[in-house]
């Protein structure tokens, strides 16, 4: 994956450690989630990637919110 272009960062308290968001800094939208508690684990907004095909979801988070229509 390569990033191009200026990322504005966002820091707030995560609860357990604080969590850093980076975003466009042209357009605002958030690329990523880094949760400093958990190291190595990174938290990416999947339509904001070119192409996505060669990648696997590893673990669904916030899917017991889902709608009942999003399987």
């Given at each position: 994956m390569q990033l191009t272009g200026?990322?504005?960062?966002?820091?707030y308290d995560g609860g357990k450690a604080p969590i850093h968001m980076d975003?466009?800094?042209t357009c605002g939208t958030q690329m990523y989630?880094?949760?400093t508690a958990y190291d190595g684990i990174a938290?990416?907004?999947i339509g904001t990637l070119d192409?996505?095909?060669a990648l696997a979801e590893v673990k669904p988070i916030y899917a017991h919110?889902?709608?009942?229509w999003d399987a």
């Open positions: 200026e990322l504005t960062r966002y820091t975003f466009c800094g989630a880094l949760p938290a990416l907004r192409e996505d095909s919110q889902a709608c009942g």
